[in-house]
Every structure is written in structure tokens, then in C-alpha cells.
């Protein structure tokens, strides 16, 4: 394990050597040495690994990221000062679980649209397993929004109001709208295996045109469900998901069609999943040409896209779409290699999703990624008003 | 497309009370916190703490000068930020009001009863300079934290302030990641978003917030933000004119990414030594061309499913 060296940029940090011995500060020689050494704080803080500002607890995950972060020093360092190295933002708080929520959520998006279209085309197997799959990713989706909350037994709380400002607030509404929606469409899934007599009789008569009804409210809500994720990430101050705004949403409706289809190649039989295969090549074609921009238009801020644990993920994620869609294309008659290519398309959606937040994350620990862009804009604006 | 040149929007009116549906607020109220008088005492960390209940940070030495706080976070709601610079003090002898000292005396590594740079020999003078700057919520007009709250846990004063209400928040840390300033935070033993309130209990029943109370030099001002930027501008008027030039204001100009900060400062050098952004803006103000960029997804989206069921017969 190699702690991150020092910013050298940095022209007034304090050498470890300089500072003041132990008991110099208002601190009572002995106490709470044995526990925790001194200075230890600080090399955390140093290191860039004051992880979600959890300042008095141990992250238990702290080694595993100093290592990482090491990665990230490839890049040429530039002129800009700070204090003491420290992240001028507060990185998300958000755990893995929201990213996983970004897979969640796209999945039962894309699920519902192929289901609809199922439903629309004749295409039973299709249908049910959209259904199935939607109901099961917004379960999910749920369970882990939920979770990461502070304060899990709030999570009601987000239904007090209704605000345009937050996308967090859209989006508890999409998900309000579409999880019933998406929870009927499946439930009137087993309406074949009702009895079709005694009480169950007019439930199972019933049920298939309220499936029909809940499959076209769940699909007309899904696109809004893909894609509201991408202003969830980007109405922040974490310069790399703000700076990527006009370019994420396009990566996340590619990412949900893409997975939609695959979890349809895994589920359906070949003969029925053409509409699947033709949503992935869509798919992957949306997230590719959305990542390249991503990962490409935006300087400076594009950097945490491409080193270090975020780079690698967005390059596998990359790797796992082009098997997943050519597999698809070429083994269109072998349920065994569809199936295959399927579960390569959800693999990439998850790397995708994972690589876009912890993009994002490390550019809010990094002062250089807030410093110099702002600088930059502050430049230009002086420039600006110099020669209007 | 993303033209970070161009202000995204008009700053709204700089009565953020008003616009929040406040009817007959009080003037805004805010902070101006002078650094070039601040000594670094901490006794605004220490005050807010006692007043409002905020629970211990934890105890270990940074190693960053005198600062042990390291940021403002959940539990610290005042944060003194100490800078050791390698240049000398910029103050040239003619404003030193201190008397000469009486007799010269060689210097001999020993600690002196003058301060450092008075003792009358080149060898004595210090060759840095200390800044000390006791940062703050900023209260912006235009708050991330504010916009994005998804419980309405966050809301406007009628004093123009931003106050978490700890009975609404339910964690969810979006005003984490909206704020430019990486002010406001989430207490990891307790899950809910916490930051300065601006002594909203104090400041209604008339009286000074903690902090400003336990200044003992004036360097946190309290009061209308009108009055607090008509000082500002005269302070550093004066200091400029004893030869102070590096002296700015920060926060302090509605027109700026937030609307302008209910707390502003008087800096002696650039807001990143501080640990400041350099040209902070709220990150609402792209929301509605965010809000079009995923239509366009969605759009794509749905088309892109018709296209799958329509292009082919399989």
C-alpha cells in the first residue's frame, strides 16, 4: 500500500517533520494514544479518503481506496493551490447502493418497454418476462433507495411534497407512478394459473385487462424512469456529473434498453426475442456513442471517467456491451449463447452505472477537479467582460 | 450544450425571504467575517458548539498548523482555517502602529519578548505569514442544498436563512453533493443533514448568533446584510488604502453562481488557499437544459423500443 504522496503543488504544507510534538495542543499526554495514533486523522484527510466526511468513525473500506487512488496521480499535475491538499466538496454520501439503484432503476425501465411491446405484438413470452423482470428491479430498486437513506424509517418522508427543483422529488413520483403499474402489470401474470371456477373465477377474468391497462401506464412512464437518473447525478455540485449533463442521460437510456434486452435474452426463447436483440444493438448504440462524448468532450473533467477504478469500469462496461451485442446478432438461434449474451449486457449496464458514480465521487475528492475548472470560467468571463 | 461562460439565469431578487413566500420578512440577516482581524482563538467553533448541543468531532491532531477542525462538517458548524504562507508579512513597516522596541538586541534563537518581525534586526522577521479565516454556511440566495431537498426538510427563513428542520430529514444526502461549498453534511451516527442554522433560535428572539457573540476582535459581524456590505466595502476600502492590497471581498456581489452569500467574507488572498471555490454556482441553474437533455433521452428511448418491434419480423 503506497499513501498518496503529498500535492507538490502545493507550496505551503506543512512537512510532517514540522509540526508540533504530540501534547502540544490542549490534548493530556497518554489519553486516547493507545486507540488511535496521533495524526492519524490527518493522514486520512491527507490522503483523500475522508470518505463520505465520516470524520470521527474508521472507514472500513479506507485501505482499499488509498490504494486506488494512487492510480489517479497519472495524469500531469496542474498549477493550483488549495488548503492543504483538502477537497473543497463534500463527497457523495451516496453508497453503492444508489449505483446499483442507477442498474435497478434502468433495468425495469427497458423491461417494461420490451414488455409492452410484447404485449402489443403478440409476443407472450416477451411480455411475461418483462413483466416479471420490471416488477422484480423496481422491487429492488425500492428496497435499496430505501436503504440508503439515514434515516430509513423516513423514507415517507419524501412523499410530503412535490418539488420541480429536485430531481430526487421527480423522481420518488416516476417511481410512485410506475412501481403499482409495473407490481399489476406482473401480478396479472398468474391469472393463467387461477382456477377458473369458484371465487378465483372473475379475478382470472378480470386480471389480463388490467395487465393490458398497468403494461402501457408502467411503459409510458419508463422512459421518464431511465433517464430522470442522469439529473439525479448531474444537479450536484460533483464537478464531473454536473459537467456531463448533456451527455449522461443519453448513457442511461442506452443502458436500460441495453439491459432491458439482455435480462429478455436470459428469459425468453430465441424464437420470440428478436424485438430483444434489435433493443440491444439500440441500446448499446445510445450508451456507446453517450460515454464516448462523456468521456471526451468535457476536459478536464472527463479525466476521472478515464483512470483509475471508474476508467476501468467504464472499459469493461465497454467490452461486456460489444460481446453482449454481437452474441446477440450471431447467436440469434442458440438459446444457450443469447442467454450468455444477455447476461454479458447486464454485466456491462452494472459496470457502466458503477463507473459513472465513482467518476463522479472522485472528482468531488479531488480540490484540483473544483479549483481549476472555475478558474478557467472565472478567466474567461473576465476576458469576456474586457472586451464587451 | 454546457457554456460555462454565459449566467445561466437572472439572480433572483436579493430578498430570498420574499421570494420564498415570506410576507413582511424582517431585513436579511447575515455574517461578514473579517479575516484580517481574526486571531484564530476558535472561540466561534467553541461557542456554536455549546449553544447548539453540537456533539464532539472527535479529538487528533491534523497537522495542519492550528487547525484540528480540518472543515466544516456535521459536527462543526464554525471552522477556523488556519494558512501558513512562506512570504513575508505583507505589511510594510509604515502601518505597524507597535512602538519600536527600546533597546536592539541580537538575536539568539531564544523565544523574545517582541512579537517576530520587531526586533529590529532583518534576521528576526518571520518569513511567512499566518491567515486565519473562520468559515461558515454561506446562506446563498440561490442554496443547492435548498433546491434539491427532496422532504422540504431545508427551507428559507424569514431572515433570509437556510435551516435543516432535524424532524423532516430523512438522510437521503442529495443536499450533501448540491452544495458548491461542501458546507453542509450528514452525521454518520445519526443519518440526518446538519449545518450552521444562523442561531435561528437566537436571531428570532432578537439577539446575536454564538459565534458573533463570542468574537473577540469583531472579525464575525452580524447583522442586515445591506448594512454588512456597505462596511465590507468600506473596510476594505481602508485597507487598501494603508497598503493592503491583496485585501477582497468574497460572497459578497448578487450578481455571483449563487445569487450572492447571506455569508461573506473579507479575504486576504485567493478563496482556494481558504479552501473556498474560486466562482462557486448552484447547480440548479442548468436544471431545466438538464431537464431537456433527458427528454431527448427518454424520447430516444421510446424510439428506440419502436424501432425494435417495428424493424423486423422475428
Known amino acids: 500500500m503506497s499513501p498518496r504522496p503529498p500535492a507538490e503543488d502545493e507550496p505551503h504544507r506543512p512537512s510532517t517533520d514540522d509540526r508540533p510534538p504530540a501534547g502540544h495542543g490542549p490534548r493530556a499526554p497518554g489519553e486516547d494514544e493507545s486507540r488511535r495514533p496521533v495524526g492519524e486523522r490527518f493522514r486520512r484527510f491527507r490522503d483523500g479518503v475522508s470518505s463520505g466526511a465520516n470524520e470521527s468513525g474508521v472507514t472500513p473500506a479506507a485501505g482499499r481506496r488509498r490504494r486506488r487512488a494512487g492510480e489517479e496521480l497519472a495524469v500531469p499535475p496542474a498549477e493550483f493551490t488549495s488548503y492543504y491538499g483538502r477537497p473543497i466538496l463534500k463527497p457523495p454520501v451516496w453508497t453503492w447502493e444508489i449505483a446499483a439503484y442507477l442498474f435497478t432503476g434502468g433495468l425495469a425501465a427497458g423491461s417494461s418497454l420490451l414488455a409492452v411491446g410484447g404485449q402489443l405484438t403478440g409476443r407472450p413470452a416477451l411480455r411475461r418476462a418483462g413483466r416479471v423482470t420490471a416488477l422484480a428491479a423496481v422491487t429492488a430498486s425500492g428496497v435499496l433507495l430505501v436503504k440508503d437513506l439515514g434515516r430509513p424509517e423516513r423514507f415517507h418522508h419524501m412523499l410530503r411534497v412535490a418539488k420541480p427543483t429536485s430531481p430526487m422529488s421527480v423522481g420518488t413520483w416516476i417511481l410512485t407512478a410506475y412501481g403499482p403499474a409495473a407490481g399489476l402489470a406482473a401480478i396479472a401474470e398468474v391469472a393463467p394459473l387461477l382456477p377458473d371456477r369458484g371465487p378465483w373465477r372473475p379475478v382470472r377474468r378480470v386480471l389480463p385487462p388490467v395487465g393490458w391497462a398497468a403494461g402501457v401506464a408502467a411503459a409510458a412512464v419508463a422512459p421518464a424512469l431511465g433517464t430522470y437518473t442522469a439529473v439525479l447525478l448531474s444537479d450536484t455540485a460533483v464537478p464531473s456529473w454536473h459537467d456531463a449533463y448533456p451527455d449522461l442521460p443519453l448513457v442511461f437510456a442506452g443502458s436500460a434498453l441495453a439491459s432491458g434486452a439482455g435480462a429478455a435474452l436470459i428469459a425468453v426463447p430465441p424464437r420470440q426475442a428478436g424485438p430483444a436483440r434489435r433493443l440491444a444493438v439500440a441500446g448499446a448504440a445510445l450508451e456507446l456513442f453517450g460515454a464516448h462524448r462523456v468521456e471526451t468532450r468535457h476536459g478536464l473533467l472527463a479525466e476521472p471517467y478515464r483512470t483509475g477504478r471508474p476508467g476501468r469500469l467504464l472499459r469493461a462496461g465497454r467490452a461486456l456491451t460489444a460481446a453482449g451485442v454481437v452474441g446477440a446478432l450471431l447467436g440469434a438461434r442458440s438459446r444457450v449463447v443469447s442467454a450468455l449474451s444477455g447476461a454479458a449486457l447486464l454485466a456491462a449496464s452494472v459496470a457502466t452505472r458503477f463507473g459513472v458514480f465513482h467518476a463522479g465521487v472522485a472528482s468531488a475528492r479531488d480540490p484540483r477537479y473544483t479549483v481549476l475548472p472555475q478558474r478557467e470560467r472565472l478567466q474567461r468571463r473576465q476576458a469576456g467582460e474586457q472586451d464587451g | ?314
Open chain 2, 1 to 314: 450544450m454546457a457554456d460555462p461562460v454565459s449566467r445561466p439565469d437572472p439572480p433572483v431578487a436579493d430578498d430570498p425571504a420574499t421570494a420564498a413566500g415570506w410576507v413582511d420578512a424582517p431585513p436579511r440577516m447575515g455574517f461578514f467575517t473579517d479575516t484580517s482581524v481574526c486571531i484564530g482563538c476558535k472561540a466561534c467553533e467553541v461557542a456554536c458548539k455549546e449553544w447548539n448541543g453540537v456533539p464532539t468531532s472527535g479529538l487528533d491532531l491534523l497537522g495542519m498548523s492550528y487547525d484540528n477542525t480540518g472543515a466544516l462538517t456535521a459536527n462543526s458548524w464554525r471552522h477556523v482555517a488556519f494558512v501558513e504562507q512562506p512570504r513575508p508579512a505583507g505589511h510594510p513597516p509604515a502601518a505597524s502602529t507597535g512602538a519600536e522596541p527600546t533597546a536592539r538586541t541580537e538575536f539568539l534563537g531564544m523565544p523574545g519578548a517582541a512579537p517576530p518581525g520587531r526586533t529590529g534586526s532583518a534576521d528576526g522577521r518571520s518569513d511567512f505569514r499566518w491567515l486565519m479565516m473562520s468559515d461558515v454556511c454561506k446562506h446563498c440566495t440561490r442554496a443547492g442544498c435548498l433546491d434539491v431537498c427532496p422532504t422540504g426538510a431545508l427551507f428559507r427563513t424569514e431572515f433570509g436563512t437556510v435551516v435543516v428542520q432535524e424532524d423532516i430529514c430523512n438522510g437521503c444526502g442529495y443536499c450533501v453533493s448540491a452544495c458548491p461549498y461542501g458546507v453542509i453534511d450528514r452525521r454518520a451516527d445519526d443519518g440526518r443533514a446538519w449545518k450552521c442554522t444562523l442561531c435561528y433560535d437566537r436571531i428570532g428572539a432578537g439577539m446575536t448568533p454564538a459565534c458573533a457573540q463570542a468574537c473577540p476582535t469583531e472579525s464575525i459581524q452580524y447583522g442586515p446584510l445591506d448594512e454588512l456590505r456597505d462596511r465590507a466595502a468600506a473596510r476594505v476600502a481602508a485597507l487598501h488604502e494603508r497598503g493592503v492590497p491583496e485585501a477582497r471581498l468574497y460572497g459578497h456581489d448578487p450578481a455571483d453562481g449563487v445569487g450572492g452569500d447571506g455569508a461573506f467574507f473579507l479575504l486576504l488572498d485567493e478563496p482556494e488557499v481558504y479552501g473556498l471555490p474560486p466562482d462557486p454556482q448552484v447547480p440548479t441553474a442548468d436544471l431545466g437544459r438538464m431537464w431537456r437533455r433527458a427528454g431527448v433521452a427518454a424520447l430516444a428511448m421510446a424510439a428506440g423500443a419502436v424501432a425494435a418491434f417495428l424493424g423486423g419480423r422475428r
